[in-house]
């Protein structure tokens, strides 16, 4: 019962939070949110596909976008899932697909961003991310609830990677990962340091408007300009105010048929019914 009722409160929220089921409907959104001067970040919704069908319609989907955001000329980049390229098939499989999917986006000047999954999938994503730094065109997102997040950035910041900062979606062992918002939050925090002190390219992803702001003082000081970024449909409106302040604004717009997954991650993080409640009465406009 429990699940058919957290069933049916995600399909009420997924309309806020995605795009829509099609490739045709994420590219009207990235055309809207273009249009008040922020990036889109492309997501193809599904995980964890071991069908060969699944994984080969999803990469057909990647290449239709890629032609799509060169036709239309949008402001647009990619962000993949490893598991949906076939990371649970074989990592041969996956780096073929990423691979091709990486260097059509280079033909096109599109940008390639790796999401990051559950812990045991983190040193094969960095790994096969490793080697499509030579690229040029290929970002990689960082949990900073992982207890390792800190050695990792390290080390691909060394190698020139690009780093998208993120707190995490997954629900994960207290071995691995700090537990408490407190304990993220600061991690967070001495990440994003350690990306202004070192780094040349990254993204900041949250909606934490202390660590949004603290970005914008570092900005300042250090003179250099990160890249923010937002889920699509948590805080439309301020991502709108922040490009119009000339801050390099990103959404990630997730679209497809395949949206439980990553809706029940929002309405976990939406935490309480208030935030839920707040999130669908809330129009579905970009301004929202
Ligand atoms: C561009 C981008 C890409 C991402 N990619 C990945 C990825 O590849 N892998 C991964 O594990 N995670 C990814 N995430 C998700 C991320 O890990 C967090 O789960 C998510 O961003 C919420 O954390 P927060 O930083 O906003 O901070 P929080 O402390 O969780 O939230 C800060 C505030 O934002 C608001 N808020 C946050 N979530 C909601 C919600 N669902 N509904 C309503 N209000 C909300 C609340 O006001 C809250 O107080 C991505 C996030 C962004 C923005």
Not at 24 to 45: E, H, M, Q, T, V
Not at 106 to 120: P, Q, R
Not at 254 to 280: K, N, Q
Request: with cysteine.
């Amino acid at each position: 019962m429990d699940s058919m009722l957290s069933r049916a409160a995600a399909r009420l929220v997924a309309g806020r939070w995605i795009a829509g089921t099609r490739a045709d409907d994420a590219l009207k959104d990235a055309k809207a949110f273009n249009s008040r001067g922020i990036k889109a970040i492309l997501n193809n919704l599904g995980e964890a596909y071991r069908s060969k069908a699944k994984i080969d319609s999803t990469v057909s989907n990647y290449m239709y976008l890629i032609n799509s955001i060169s036709g239309m000329r949008l402001s647009a980049s990619l962000s993949v899932k490893p598991s949906q390229l076939g990371l649970l098939v074989s990592e041969k499989e996956l780096e073929r697909n990423y691979l091709k999917i990486t260097r059509a986006a280079k033909k096109n000047g599109i940008f390639v961003w790796l999401d990051m999954e559950e812990h045991d999938t983190v040193d094969s994503t960095i790994e096969l991310y490793r080697r499509s730094i030579k690229y040029g065109n290929t970002g990689i997102c960082i949990q900073s609830y992982l207890r390792r997040s800190m050695d990792d950035e390290k080390r691909i910041v060394g190698d020139g990677g690009i780093i998208r900062l993120v707190k995490g979606a997954y629900t994960e062992p207290r071995d691995i990962a700090f537990q408490s918002r407190a304990e993220v939050t600061k991690h967070y925090s001495s990440m994003m340091d350690y990306l202004f002190g070192h780094a040349s390219a990254f993204m900041i992803a949250t909606h934490d408007m202390n660590m949004i702001s603290k970005a914008m003082r570092l900005e300042k000081r250090s003179k250099k300009r990160a890249m923010l970024g937002m889920l699509k449909g948590i805080m439309n409106r301020e991502a709108v105010r922040l490009a119009g302040s000339g801050e390099d604004m990103n959404i990630y717009v997730p679209f497809g048929p395949d949206w439980v997954a990553y809706s029940y991650r929002r309405l976990t993080e939406a935490g309480h019914t208030s935030l839920i409640l707040r999130s669908l009465m809330k129009r579905q406009s970009i301004d929202a």
